[in-house]
C-alpha cells in the first residue's frame, strides 16, 4: 500500500510540475508574439478571445443536419468533426490515443439493476487495488481441507490491516488529497469498495473456523453449540455482524431511501464494530487504536472544531417552490504562516471553485443538531484581498433534511447554522487553468459547481504568469446549463449569466428539457471545439471539460470526450459527480 501511495504521489507532483513549466512555456510564447506583433496587444484585449461569433452570444447552432458517424467501438453517434488536422500517426500513437479514449469511456448502467458504472479507467484502478488484496490473501497460502486455518487467520489479518485504510479513505481530512491531489469524494469510490471486500474477507475467515470445527473439533466431541458460546467466537459473530450490517445500510439505494438513517447508523455501528473487534482478539487492538485515532482527529479535532464555523444566513424559496438558497457573509482570518491552509483551513481563510461544505441547522429539528448535509459552495471564490466573504449554497428539496430545510425557509427569512469546511479538490480547476480550449457543461443544480469554476478561468486569465499568453492566445471558454425547466433560471437569475457574457464567455442555455428534450450534448461540444482549434495558432490546443449533472449528462460528456480523444484531439475531462 505504501508503494502505490508512492506511486500516486510521484506522478501527482510529477504532473504538476509539468503543468508549471508547459504554462511557461506558453507564457513565453505569448510573450515573444506580444514582442514582434503590436497588432495582436490591440486586437485582443479582453480576457477571452473570441470565436468567430460574438463572444457574448447566447446560442450556439445546432444543426441536427450536419454530418455524424456511428463508431462501433463506442456504440453511439458521435460528431464528425471537420477541419481536423490531418497528421501522420505511428502505430504506438494509434493504440495509446485507443487506449487513452477506452480509459475515459463510461459504460452503459447494468441492466436490471440499473447500477452506474465508473469510467474505464476508475475501474482498472479498483480491479487493481483488489487485486493487491487477492495476492496478499492467498500468498504462500497452502489451500486445503487440513491448512484451513492458515487461510481463516491470513483473512482476519488482511480485514484488520486494511481497517486503518478504510478509515483514512473516509476520513475529510487526511494527507493523501496533499501528496496525491485526490481529496475524499474522489476516493468515496474505492472506500466503498475495499467496505465490500473486508466484509468478504470476514466471511471468509468465520467460513474458515466453522470448517476448522467441523474437521477438527468435532470428530473429538466439541459440539457446534459448545463451539458458537465460546467467547471469542460470540465477539467474532458479533463483529460480523455490526460490519455485515454497515454494509448493507451503506448500500446507494438505502443512502438514497434514509440518507439521515445511514448517517446516523454509519457512525454508531462502526464505533460498536471497532468494540467488538478489539476484544475479539488481541492482534487486531493495534489497527483498531490506529482507525480510531484517524476517526477521533478527523471527527474531533478538525470537522467539529478547528474547520467549523457558527453563522447566521438569510433563506430565500426560488420561483420554483422547490429550492432554496443559503447566503451569509463569513469574516475573513488572515493566515499567520504557510503551513496554516495545510493544518487549519477553515472558511474564514476563504475557499476554491469546486469546493464543499457539511452545513448543520439545529434550529430545524433535535435530530438535526447531529446531522451535517454536503452542499457545494455556489458563490465565486474570494480573493486572498477579500474582507468579506459571501458565501452561498443552492438546495434542491428532496427528501427529509432538505425538505425540512425548505419548510423552514418558507416561514423564516434567517437562520442560524454551522459550516464545516471547505473541502475538495482543485483537479478541475487546474485542468482548466492548464487548456486552452475550455468547457463547463452544468445539468440543474450542477450550476452550483459551474459558476464559481468558470470565475476561477476568468480570474486565472489575469495571474502574472499568464498575462502575455492571454494577449496572444486568448483562452476560449464555452459555458453549457442544461436545466428541466425554466423557473430552475432564477436559481443563478439573469444578472450573473449576463456577467460571464461581458467576460466573453461564450454562454449557451438549451431550451428546457421538460418541454424539448434532452440537448444534443456531443453536437454541441464537437462543433465548438472544431471551430475553436481551426482559429488557434497551436496544432493541437489543450482541451478541458468539466462536466455537473446527472448520471446521464455525466456519462454523455464523459464518452464524448472519449471519441474526441480517439480521433486525436489533446482533451482532459472531469466530472464532478453528485452523491455521496
Same mark, same amino acid.
Request: glycine letters at 6%; a positive charge; hydrophobic letters at 45%.
Given at each position: 500500500?505504501?508503494?502505490?501511495?508512492?506511486?500516486?504521489?510521484?506522478?501527482? *507532483?510529477?504532473?504538476?510540475?509539468?503543468?508549471?513549466?508547459?504554462?511557461?512555456?506558453?507564457?513565453?510564447?505569448?510573450?515573444?508574439?506580444?514582442?514582434?506583433?503590436?497588432?495582436?496587444?490591440? /486586437?485582443?484585449?479582453?480576457?477571452?478571445?473570441?470565436?468567430?461569433?460574438?463572444?457574448?452570444?447566447?446560442?450556439?447552432?445546432?444543426?441536427?443536419?450536419?454530418?455524424?458517424?456511428?463508431?462501433?467501438?463506442?456504440?453511439?453517434?458521435?460528431?464528425?468533426?471537420?477541419?481536423?488536422?490531418?497528421?501522420?500517426?505511428?502505430?504506438?500513437?494509434?493504440?495509446?490515443?485507443?487506449?487513452?479514449? *477506452?480509459?475515459?469511456?463510461?459504460?452503459?448502467?447494468?441492466?436490471?439493476?440499473?447500477?452506474?458504472?465508473?469510467?474505464?479507467?476508475?475501474?482498472?484502478?479498483?480491479?487493481?487495488?483488489?487485486?493487491?488484496?487477492?495476492?496478499?490473501?492467498?500468498?504462500?497460502?497452502?489451500?486445503?481441507?487440513?491448512?484451513?486455518?492458515?487461510?481463516?487467520?491470513?483473512?482476519?489479518?488482511?480485514?484488520?490491516?486494511?481497517?486503518?485504510?478504510?478509515?483514512?479513505?473516509?476520513?475529510?481530512?487526511?494527507?493523501?488529497?496533499?501528496?496525491?491531489?485526490?481529496?475524499?469524494?474522489?476516493?468515496?469510490?474505492?472506500?466503498?469498495?475495499?467496505?465490500?471486500?473486508?466484509?468478504?474477507?470476514?466471511?471468509?475467515?468465520?467460513?474458515?473456523?466453522?470448517?476448522?470445527?467441523?474437521?477438527?473439533?468435532?470428530?473429538?466431541?466439541?459440539?457446534?453449540?459448545?463451539?458458537?458460546?465460546?467467547?471469542?467466537?460470540?465477539?467474532?459473530?458479533?463483529?460480523?455482524?455490526?460490519?455485515?450490517?454497515?454494509?448493507?445500510?451503506?448500500?446507494?439505494?438505502?443512502?438514497?431511501?434514509?440518507?439521515?438513517?445511514?448517517?446516523?447508523?454509519?457512525?454508531?455501528?462502526?464505533?460498536?464494530?471497532?468494540?467488538?473487534?478489539?476484544?475479539?482478539?488481541?492482534?487486531?487492538?493495534?489497527?483498531?487504536?490506529?482507525?480510531?485515532?484517524?476517526?477521533?482527529?478527523?471527527?474531533?479535532?478538525?470537522?467539529?472544531?478547528?474547520?467549523?464555523?457558527?453563522? /447566521?444566513?438569510?433563506?430565500?424559496?426560488?420561483?420554483?417552490?422547490?429550492?432554496?438558497?443559503?447566503?451569509?457573509?463569513?469574516?475573513? /482570518?488572515?493566515?499567520?504562516?504557510?503551513?496554516?491552509?495545510?493544518?487549519?483551513?477553515?472558511?474564514?481563510?476563504?475557499?476554491?471553485?469546486?469546493?464543499?461544505?457539511?452545513?448543520?441547522?439545529?434550529?430545524? +429539528?433535535?435530530?438535526?443538531?447531529?446531522?451535517?448535509?454536503?452542499?457545494?459552495?455556489?458563490?465565486?471564490?474570494?480573493?486572498?484581498?477579500?474582507?468579506?466573504?459571501?458565501?452561498?449554497?443552492?438546495?434542491?428539496?428532496?427528501?427529509?433534511?432538505?425538505?425540512?430545510?425548505?419548510?423552514?425557509?418558507?416561514?423564516?427569512?434567517?437562520?442560524?447554522?454551522?459550516?464545516?469546511?471547505?473541502?475538495?479538490?482543485?483537479?478541475?480547476?487546474?485542468?482548466?487553468?492548464?487548456?486552452?480550449?475550455?468547457?463547463?457543461?452544468?445539468?440543474?443544480?450542477?450550476?452550483?459547481?459551474? *459558476?464559481?469554476?468558470?470565475?476561477?478561468?476568468?480570474?486565472?486569465?489575469?495571474?502574472?504568469?499568464?498575462?502575455?499568453?492571454?494577449?496572444?492566445?486568448?483562452?476560449?471558454?464555452?459555458?453549457?446549463?442544461?436545466?428541466?425547466? +425554466?423557473?430552475?433560471?432564477?436559481?443563478?437569475?439573469?444578472?450573473?449569466?449576463?456577467?460571464?457574457?461581458?467576460?466573453?464567455?461564450?454562454?449557451?442555455?438549451?431550451?428546457?428539457?421538460?418541454?424539448?428534450?434532452?440537448?444534443?450534448?456531443?453536437?454541441?461540444?464537437?462543433?465548438?471545439?472544431?471551430?475553436?482549434?481551426?482559429?488557434?495558432?497551436?496544432?493541437?490546443?489543450?482541451?478541458?471539460?468539466?462536466?455537473?449533472?446527472?448520471?446521464?449528462?455525466?456519462?454523455?460528456?464523459?464518452?464524448?470526450?472519449?471519441?474526441?480523444?480517439?480521433?486525436?484531439?489533446?482533451?482532459?475531462?472531469?466530472?464532478?459527480?453528485?452523491? *455521496?
Amino acid at each position: 500500500m505504501a508503494l502505490l501511495l508512492f506511486g500516486f504521489t510521484v506522478f501527482h *507532483w510529477t504532473s504538476k510540475f509539468g503543468s508549471w513549466r508547459s504554462r511557461r512555456k506558453r507564457a513565453n510564447e505569448g510573450r515573444l508574439g506580444v514582442m514582434s506583433s503590436k497588432a495582436a496587444e490591440a /486586437t485582443h484585449s479582453v480576457s477571452f478571445g473570441s470565436t468567430g461569433a460574438s463572444s457574448s452570444g447566447s446560442t450556439l447552432q445546432d444543426n441536427s443536419s450536419s454530418p455524424r458517424t456511428y463508431n462501433p467501438e463506442y456504440g453511439e453517434q458521435i460528431p464528425l468533426l471537420k477541419n481536423h488536422p490531418k497528421t501522420r500517426h505511428s502505430q504506438g500513437l494509434q493504440v495509446s490515443r485507443a487506449v487513452k479514449a *477506452w480509459l475515459v469511456y463510461q459504460p452503459k448502467p447494468i441492466p436490471f439493476f440499473n447500477k452506474t458504472l465508473p469510467s474505464n479507467g476508475t475501474s482498472v484502478t479498483i480491479l487493481a487495488f483488489i487485486g493487491i488484496q487477492i495476492f496478499f490473501a492467498l500468498y504462500r497460502v497452502p489451500l486445503s481441507i487440513a491448512t484451513i486455518f492458515v487461510f481463516a487467520d491470513r483473512a482476519s489479518l488482511l480485514f484488520a490491516a486494511n481497517l486503518p485504510v478504510l478509515y483514512l479513505f473516509a476520513a475529510k481530512n487526511q494527507p493523501i488529497k496533499f501528496l496525491t491531489g485526490y481529496s475524499y469524494e474522489s476516493l468515496n469510490i474505492i472506500h466503498r469498495r475495499l467496505g465490500e471486500v473486508m466484509c468478504l474477507l470476514a466471511l471468509f475467515h468465520a467460513a474458515g473456523f466453522v470448517a476448522v470445527w467441523y474437521t477438527l473439533l468435532r470428530p473429538v466431541g466439541f459440539t457446534f453449540v459448545r463451539f458458537l458460546l465460546e467467547k471469542i467466537i460470540l465477539l467474532g459473530i458479533a463483529t460480523f455482524v455490526v460490519y455485515e450490517l454497515l454494509y448493507f445500510t451503506s448500500l446507494g439505494s438505502f443512502r438514497q431511501w434514509r440518507y439521515e438513517v445511514f448517517l446516523g447508523l454509519h457512525v454508531s455501528l462502526q464505533v460498536f464494530a471497532l468494540i467488538f473487534l478489539w476484544f475479539h482478539h488481541h492482534g487486531s487492538r493495534p489497527y483498531v487504536y490506529a482507525a480510531l485515532a484517524i476517526f477521533i482527529i478527523d471527527r474531533f479535532v478538525y470537522r467539529m472544531t478547528l474547520k467549523t464555523e457558527k453563522a /447566521t444566513g438569510t433563506l430565500e424559496v426560488k420561483d420554483d417552490k422547490a429550492t432554496v438558497v443559503f447566503s451569509t457573509r463569513v469574516p475573513t /482570518t488572515p493566515k499567520r504562516w504557510a503551513w496554516s491552509n495545510l493544518l487549519n483551513s477553515n472558511l474564514t481563510h476563504g475557499w476554491k471553485a469546486t469546493e464543499h461544505v457539511f452545513l448543520t441547522v439545529p434550529e430545524l +429539528s433535535r435530530k438535526h443538531v447531529f446531522q451535517a448535509h454536503p452542499f457545494t459552495i455556489a458563490s465565486k471564490a474570494p480573493s486572498p484581498v477579500d474582507a468579506d466573504l459571501h458565501l452561498e449554497l443552492i438546495i434542491r428539496a428532496q427528501n427529509g433534511f432538505s425538505r425540512d430545510l425548505l419548510r423552514y425557509g418558507q416561514g423564516h427569512k434567517s437562520v442560524a447554522v454551522r459550516l464545516d469546511g471547505p473541502y475538495g479538490s482543485q483537479s478541475a480547476v487546474e485542468m482548466l487553468q492548464d487548456s486552452d480550449i475550455n468547457i463547463i457543461v452544468a445539468g440543474g443544480s450542477g450550476i452550483a459547481v459551474a *459558476w464559481p469554476l468558470a470565475w476561477s478561468v476568468i480570474d486565472a486569465q489575469t495571474d502574472d504568469d499568464l498575462e502575455f499568453m492571454s494577449l496572444s492566445n486568448p483562452k476560449k471558454l464555452l459555458f453549457v446549463w442544461v436545466v428541466r425547466d +425554466s423557473s430552475h433560471l432564477d436559481w443563478l437569475g439573469p444578472t450573473k449569466i449576463e456577467e460571464l457574457r461581458t467576460k466573453g464567455v461564450e454562454v449557451l442555455i438549451p431550451p428546457p428539457t421538460a418541454q424539448d428534450g434532452h440537448p444534443d450534448i456531443e453536437h454541441i461540444l464537437g462543433t465548438w471545439i472544431t471551430r475553436c482549434s481551426s482559429n488557434r495558432s497551436r496544432v493541437s490546443p489543450k482541451v478541458g471539460v468539466v462536466c455537473s449533472g446527472p448520471d446521464g449528462l455525466n456519462r454523455g460528456v464523459r464518452n464524448t470526450c472519449s471519441a474526441l480523444l480517439y480521433q486525436g484531439h489533446d482533451v482532459s475531462v472531469e466530472i464532478e459527480k453528485f452523491g *455521496w
